[in-house]
């Protein structure tokens, strides 16, 4: 099993603060995707990262994967409460079928 | 996209009972996993749901335990058998239209307590 540690495990900020989220392994990867879980719903899909050094946008959210494909980093700038939420990072392996994921970074932003 | 629910979103069940869990789509879906994700613990992959044959195993899970169906396109259940309080989790089951490489969907996941 390909392990993926996130760091910090919990992080509580501001309105306004900016963060970064880790998301680091010993494995390579096919490709890294982060998702967003609210308390009582199913994590959802915020992006996929495919290509070594990779930086991808979403607003205020910015994804880059490692040139070595081993880690991946999640910036968000001017935190909001909706931004309140628990990330995961998943690694897919190079064989393509297996999907595994970090413990997670629980995020909270107070107004 | 695909909108998923589970049924029941919560249940508390004594030791040695048995749960079934069941997951419905909107549309016909080509792969459905289930998952598991402890407190504190990362989404672990149960297991594979195939449409018309065994589902297929991760390491660690075993079918006696978690027995799993999939009559068709659109429908899955898992069983949660002999439950002891290491099964307390929430499952979730999960939709995608080919690989685990593609975009999966999570439904909104069943919170399994075991007293």
Known sequence: TQLLEQSPQFLSIQEGENLTVYCNSSSVFSSLQWYRQEPGEGPVLLVTVVTGGEVKKLKRLTFQFGDARKDSSLHITAAQPGDTGLYLCAGVSNSGYALNFGKGTSLLVTP | ?115
Request: proline share 5%.
């Open chain 2, 1 to 115: 996209s695909a909108v998923i629910s589970q049924k029941p979103s919560r249940d508390i069940c004594q030791r040695g009972t048995s749960l079934t869990i069941q997951c419905q789509v909107d549309s016909q879906v080509t792969m459905m996993f289930w998952y598991r994700q402890q407190p504190g613990q990362s989404l672990t992959l149960i297991a594979t749901a195939n449409q018309g044959s065994e589902a297929t195993y991760e390491s660690g899970f075993v079918i006696d335990k978690f027995p799993i169906s999939r009559p068709n396109l659109t429908f899955s259940t898992l069983t949660v058998s002999n439950m002891s309080p290491e099964d307390s989790s929430i499952y979730l089951c999960s939709v995608g239209h080919g690989r685990l490489t593609d975009t999966q969907y999570f439904g909104p996941g069943t919170r399994l307590t075991v007293l």
